[in-house]
């Protein structure tokens, strides 16, 4: 029976239900954050757990947790359900309160709301490499806080999905910003370029593991922005996160990126991103 975390208890799925009122539902007013688990150990949990303490803040949202206590939490989820390899999920919501945009005064305890699920590492797509198509960034102006409100991801990823795409790079006046659910890189002449972090795309966690490797590597790690043409005229185009970890892009809107194959810079990432595995689960 697959265990759920609702307010801090692991119950049974059936009985894992959310009041009707509930914030995130109806406003989806509350922050996420998708972890990996490796081997039954959970990667970078510290810098994800910092990062939904910062969206929690940044919404105003209080919450009565650390990174201590996040990490034992989702501990737990993993070993109750047995989780070898696989992801965890963790939602905390502004809770359950009449509906009324303003936030309940006084506050309402949280909703918090966590899953797990198992699968192993992508190797087949990390080796042969995906296929992504760009399309206009539609979303608000808040992309760093990992928030609840994902409609224009959703709609981003479902563009790609009519084209036959495994993902969307958007894009806001033709300056590319980041994937429906990664960030988006080019590299061109040995450099790897990526937009800066600001408020126009999320400070992704694997993008932070993807630097610690370019400073082990030595690979030039330029964060600054780039348009769609030099996308399209890269000698690589990658994505990463949590759950694909760093992978290739081949096909860009229907053209061959680069000679079509991952490329070696590409590939230098993917193997050191094993060193990080090694020494980043806890
Ligand atoms: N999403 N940008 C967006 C919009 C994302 O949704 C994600 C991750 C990333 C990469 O962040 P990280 O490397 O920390 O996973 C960038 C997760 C996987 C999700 O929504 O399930």
New binding site residues.
């Given amino acids: 029976m697959t265990k759920v975390l609702i307010n801090q208890k692991l119950v049974d799925e059936q009985e894992a239900t959310i009041p009707y009122n509930d914030r995130g539902f109806i406003f989806g007013d509350g922050i ?3 972890i990996r688990v490796y081997n039954n150990k959970i990667f970078t949990a510290k ?2 757990f910092e ?1 939904l303490l910062r969206s929690a803040n940044e919404i105003g949202l209080d919450i009565d947790h650390t990174v201590d206590s996040l990490t034992e939490l989702v501990k737990e989820l993993v070993v109750a359900n047995k989780v070898v390899n696989g ?1 965890v ?1 963790l939602q905390i919501t502004r809770g359950a309160a009449p509906r009324d945009h303003r936030f309940p005064t006084p506050p309402v305890e949280p909703t918090l709301m966590g899953f797990s699920k198992s699968y192993g590492r992508p190797f087949k797509d990390m080796d042969q490499g995906i296929s992504a198509v760009t399309t206009k960034d539609i979303r608000w102006l808040r ?1 760093d806080i ?1 928030s609840l409100n ?1 409609l224009g ?1 959703v709609l981003a990823r479902e563009y790609a999905e009519k084209y036959n795409a495994d993902e969307a790079i958007q894009h806001r006046d033709g300056i590319v910003t ?6 988006a890189y080019a590299v061109k002449d040995g450099v790897i370029y990526t937009h800066p972090i600001n408020n126009y ?9 993807v630097s610690w490797i370019c400073e082990d590597e030595g690979i030039p790690f330029k964060e600054e922005t780039f348009d769609v043409d030099f996308l399209k005229n890269a000698d690589e185009v990658i994505i ?5 970890e760093i992978m290739g892009v081949i096909k860009l809107d229907g053209e061959q990126v680069g000679n079509g194959e991952v490329g070696p810079i590409t590939k230098q990432l993917q193997t050191r991103f094993n060193h990080y595995i090694d020494t980043r689960c806890i």
């Avoid at 980041?178 to 960030?183: D, L, M, Q, R, T």
């Avoid at 795309?201 to 593991?209: A, D, E, K, P, S």
């Avoid at 990463?240 to 694909?244: G, H, Y």
């Fill in positions: 996420y954050e998708y810098e994800h990062r992801g999920y992309c990992k994902l991801n980041e994937g429906s659910a990664s960030n795309i999320l400070n992704g966690i694997t993008r932070q593991v990463t996160n949590t759950s694909v």
